[in-house]
């Protein structure tokens, strides 16, 4: 249970220190908005809300359609295949962007969807293709590692609680940050942040990959 829990928001960490759509809107809202501060809580209730809808459907989908321990063996390493992959991407762009050049979080504006907080946490996660890959690659990989399933609820719970406990831990400060005038962000740290998150992704996916073969999940 507790390796459902630490794996789960471990690898939420690592998404939501990554640049995208989600940390933009959340600059800008707490830029903006007058109660800034608290952009983050609406923003992540509204991105946690339709995570768990999600979660249900794949579970559901899982249970109902791929009744095969070969498919979900495939999905598990898939999975930990993209996570590798998706890591080494993430280091080389940390690599090639000039973080010590004009690094402000002014810049980081969203020129898309500007309105209610709550409602845009559901819609710009809804947007973002990569977040739909994701959870139908790796976050379905991850839940059939951990033989979560909708007949195991306090781990599905497990799991929802330590990924968007992930995306709370750094959405929540740096709103409150930015709203009570913090207007950048030391580039030098922030890369280096990046680089581990790049590295954790390639030997959490290697794991992960090497774990479903010797582990296979069970239906």
Request: neutral net charge; hydrophobic residues 55%; charged residues 10%.
């Amino acid at each position: 249970m507790l390796e459902i829990f630490i794996f789960s928001f471990l690898v939420a960490l690592t998404g939501a220190l990554s640049p995208g759509p989600l940390l933009t809107f959340t600059i800008y809202k707490s830029l903006k908005q007058k109660r800034g501060y608290l952009a983050a809580i609406y923003i992540l209730l509204g991105h946690a809300t339709i995570e768990f809808a999600l979660i249900i459907a794949l579970l559901a989908g899982a249970s109902l359609i791929f009744q095969n321990i070969i498919f979900l063996t495939l999905v598990g390493f898939i999975g930990g295949m993209f996570l590798v992959i998706y890591g080494i991407f993430a280091i080389r762009g940390v690599l090639k962007t000039d973080f010590e050049t004009n690094f402000t979080l002014e810049e980081n504006i969203v020129k898309g969807y500007k309105g209610n907080s709550y409602v845009g946490g559901i819609l710009v996660s809804l947007s973002n293709p990569f977040w739909t890959f994701w959870w139908a690659v790796i976050g379905l990989s991850l839940m059939v590692s951990f033989d979560i399933t909708l007949l195991m609820p306090i781990e599905m719970l497990v799991f929802f609680i330590g990924h968007e406990l992930g995306d709370i831990v750094w959405y929540l400060p740096l709103s409150i940050f930015i709203y009570y005038g913090g207007k950048s962000l030391n580039p030098r740290i922030y890369k280096y942040v990046l680089l581990g998150c790049g590295v954790f992704m390639i030997v959490f996916g290697i794991y992960l990959t090497f774990n479903i073969i010797f582990n296979p999940p069970t239906i």
